[in-house]
């Protein structure tokens, strides 16, 4: 009993290792929202644009600088002061100049100890403190944005990809089954051959029909080798890592009503290009505001406290002081005027912008709820088709059998159930690849609600 539990186990790991591990489709798309390095990059502008929008509030608190020094050389300057010596002049009761003397005094100009406490306090700034954090904010919500954009891209093309790779695979196996199907056929008449109930040319026509697959396979297993390699390129996979898609093709539901109108609001609403254009015209909004505020006078308020003294044991003298600072910028060249043209020619550009796109996300949720509706309706038509055309190459393998039939027909009943089972493959990945294309459009690719 041990011998065949270690036997297994074997087995169990050798097979891990040569084919690799099965990775479904929401196992590649967590891996990649950790790993891609442009979502991290993302992320870490977002949280440098919330500490700026942090640094924009602290523009409203006052500036506060604390100095002090302690002198340690410094040049005296030389004052002379001349005292005049006064007589009396003989015969009168007047004094005059016996003689003058002069005396030299160094002075410095700086107490050798001193600190000093000032604060400045904007009282008003045109406007450009609030709305610079408006902007800043802004800024957050627009990398937040950028971020759910990239996060969608990366979601759809992993997707898309590891949907294409299920569409090789489920087409190869249908052209595996069918070598099987036509190896049987061939054994079949080969055998009838030998009875001499079928012709060499039954024969002929079946090895030919075999040999027609091989180059469908080969074609087809070399895309999906190609396909893996795309879709380890998007994960960031190393190209020795080894692992496998889950080769079932669940499909995808489908929520929405055929409401365009609310569907449109709705991509309006959370659609990521649309609200960075949205969020981009709000800021240059401000950044108007802030320009035409620059025509208006700036008020500032500063004070200061400070102490010296000359000796460590004199005591301390007091000066402060406390100012309300105007200053009007009347006159800047051109600058605020240029600033302004700047400002309305980008609001035009954007405006435009966001028309065409909002045009383009109507005409997409039209065009892709029509082919959802379209590859549904396939869907289930190519169901009935192929339980019709499995039927009919049962039917038609017992007939040929009997001799019923020629050969011909035995192909073509292959050729119809070879065909009704790509043609049902085809219609479930153009479903699902709808509706990726729908949910992109919509901003909702991704989220967990959808």
């Given at each position: 009993m041990k011998?065949?539990?270690?036997?297994?186990?074997?087995?169990?790991?050798?097979?891990?290792?040569?084919?690799g591990e099965i990775w479904n489709l929401e196992k590649c798309i967590n891996f990649a929202l950790k790993k891609n390095k442009n979502l991290i990059n993302l992320k870490r502008e977002l949280e440098i644009s919330g500490r700026n929008v942090t640094n924009a509030y602290g523009k409203f608190l006052p500036s506060i600088k604390l100095e002090g020094s302690k002198v340690l050389a410094e040049s005296k300057v030389e004052t002379q002061m001349q005292s005049y010596e006064l007589a009396p002049i003989p015969e009168t009761s007047l004094l005059g100049i016996s003689g003058v003397t002069t005396e030299t005094y160094e002075q410095d100009m700086i107490s050798n100890y001193q600190y000093s406490l000032s604060a400045?306090?904007?009282?008003f700034m045109g406007g450009s403190l609030f709305y610079n954090l408006k902007n800043k904010k802004i800024e957050k919500n627009i990398s937040f944005y950028e971020l759910k954009d990239e996060k969608m891209n990366l979601i759809f093309d992993i997707s898309s990809t590891?949907?294409?790779?299920?569409?090789?695979?489920?087409?190869?196996?249908?052209?595996?089954?069918?070598?099987?199907?036509?190896?049987?056929?061939?054994?079949?008449?080969?055998?009838?051959?030998e009875s001499g109930e079928a012709s060499n040319l039954d024969l002929l026509q079946t090895k030919v029909e075999l040999n027609k697959l091989y180059p469908q396979k080969i074609k087809l297993k070399s895309a999906y080798k190609n396909g893996k390699r795309n879709l380890m390129n998007i994960l960031g996979l190393k190209s020795k890592e080894s692992f496998q898609i889950d080769p079932n093709f669940k499909m995808l539901s489908l929520k929405n009503k055929e409401n365009y109108s609310k569907l449109f609001k709705f991509a309006q609403n959370n659609y990521p290009g649309l609200k960075i254009l949205e969020l981009k015209s709000k800021a240059l909004d401000n950044t108007e505001i802030m320009t035409k505020g620059s025509y208006l006078p700036k008020i500032l308020l500063t004070g200061s406290f400070g102490q010296q003294k000359e000796e460590w044991n004199d005591n301390w003298s007091d000066n402060y002081n406390l100012m309300l600072t105007f200053s009007w910028n009347i006159f800047d060249g051109l600058n605020r005027e240029t600033n302004l043209a700047n400002v309305y020619t980008n609001q035009?550009?954007?405006?435009d912008s966001y028309y065409d796109l909002y045009e383009q996300i109507k005409t997409g949720i039209r065009v892709q709820f029509e082919n959802i509706k379209?590859?549904?309706?396939?869907?289930?038509?190519?169901?009935?088709?192929?339980?019709?055309a499995k039927k009919n190459l049962d039917m038609s393998n017992e007939s040929y059998k009997e001799g019923l039939i020629p050969v011909l027909d035995l192909m073509k009943a292959r050729l119809s159930y070879n065909d009704a089972k790509a043609a049902l493959i085809q219609a479930k990945y153009d479903r699902n690849l709808s509706i990726l294309e729908f949910r992109k459009s919509l901003g909702i690719l991704g989220n967990k609600e959808e």
């Open positions: 011998k065949t539990l270690l036997i297994i186990s074997i087995l169990i790991i050798f097979v891990t290792i040569s084919h400045s306090q904007p009282i590891y949907y294409n790779l299920i569409y090789t695979k489920s087409m190869l196996d249908n052209v595996n089954e069918s070598i099987e199907i036509v190896k049987e056929q061939v054994e079949m008449v080969k055998a009838r051959y035009d550009i954007l405006n379209e590859a549904t309706e396939r869907v289930q038509v190519q169901e009935d088709n192929l339980k019709l």
